[in-house]
């Protein structure tokens, strides 16, 4: 693969191109894991920066309709989308059903818009781990809005929000009072409130639902990277199509405002640094499948498990002969012999 040829026609615009990118950032080969880092070099000189909204809440609150109906109306505004939908995996197979993009049949019709789902592989978070990959090369693409749709996730599940600029959360009618409003997780780090199915007969529990939650993050202490008024909590129908182009409004407004401000690019910066930091954290674990360690782990396990040497004891002995650079008895190398970035 000639990855200079590639990332010309990912610039493009090219769905095929963007396509194959990304299956080449997915992949864990270790040729193909070399070709991905040169990629995505590459096209990171292009500086371009496209509008990353995260969208999460529980199963069955209609992200994906909501997706579909959001989506199609910005491409009738002429925006480009690009739609990152994560799928569970199974823990005993593996294996995704990857059928968010027949649910959006209408939206994958658009030559504006580019859907691609991907497994989670059991990542914690609610996103895979090469998504934020993905919505580099979707950047690269010149999509105007990047919309990452996690799996059904719970309070404690942030990790989107730490790869969007505007952090949406999904909610059912009659889906909490006040006081679930308050917890923290989840809670803390939207940046609005989407309260779902506001139509028919769900529509004064959607309403009631709203009001709570806009009681209750009253109720959260300001953050610096939001303007008056947010975060914020609003009611919406998919079905109807109500609501999305105020949603759409205030998602604008707190982009302009936090561009202005300066929080934009600091928030940027910060969660560059969370994914380099999660990015060696991610190669370690890997490092431990390895042949090598696999074997020196299960030799350790069994005297573990003998009582010949205590756990601790054991994983100390495991890293000294892994990498005995790591070990914490000597101390840290210095700052000097790390080299500067280029």
């Known amino acids: 693969m000639d990855v ?12 095929r191109a963007l396509a194959r990118a990304i299956t080449l950032v997915e992949s864990t080969r270790p040729e193909h894991r070399a070709q991905a880092a040169e990629l995505l070099d590459r096209l990171a000189r292009a500086g371009r920066e496209s509008i990353r909204i995260g969208l999460s809440g529980t199963p069955g609150v209609g992200k994906s309709t909501l997706i579909e109906s959001f989506g199609l109306m910005l491409v009738a505004q002429g925006l480009k989308v690009a739609v990152l939908a994560v799928d569970p995996s199974s823990k005993r197979t593996g294996g995704s059903i990857l059928g968010d993009k027949t649910r959006m049949e209408q939206l994958s019709r658009s030559p504006l818009a580019f859907i691609r789902p991907s497994p989670s592989r059991t990542h914690l978070g609610g996103v895979a781990r090469r998504t934020r990959d993905a919505v580099a090369l979707c950047e690269a693409a010149a999509f105007d809005v990047i919309l990452i749709e996690t799996v059904g996730v719970g309070q404690s599940e942030t990790v989107v929000a730490d790869l969007s600029d505007v952090f949406l959360l999904l909610l059912a009618p009659a889906g909490g009072d006040e006081l679930q409003g308050v917890k923290r997780g989840i809670m803390e780090a939207a940046d609005i409130i989407l309260v779902n199915k506001a139509d028919g007969d769900l529509k004064p529990a959607a309403q009631r639902t709203c009001a709570d939650y806009a009681g209750a993050l009253r109720l959260l202490r300001r ?101 005995p650079e790591m070990d914490s008895t000597k101390p840290p190398e210095s700052l000097d012999a790390v080299p500067d970035t280029p």
Request: aromatic content about 8%.
């Open 4 to 15: 200079a040829i590639l990332a010309d026609a990912v610039q493009r615009g090219e769905r």
């Open 223 to 323: 953050r610096p990277q939001d303007p008056e008024g947010f975060p914020k909590a609003m009611t919406v129908s998919a079905l109807d199509v109500s609501g999305l182009d105020t949603a759409w409004a205030e998602i604008c407004h707190l982009v302009e405002w936090r561009r202005a401000q300066g929080h934009w690019q600091a928030s940027r910066a910060a969660q560059a640094r969370h994914w380099f930091e999660e990015e060696v954290r991610q190669t370690l674990l890997a490092r431990l499948t390895e042949p090598r360690a696999r074997t020196l782990m299960q030799a350790l396990s069994a005297q573990v498990s003998e009582g010949q040497i205590t756990a601790s004891r054991a994983a100390d002995e495991f890293f000294s002969r892994i990498w």
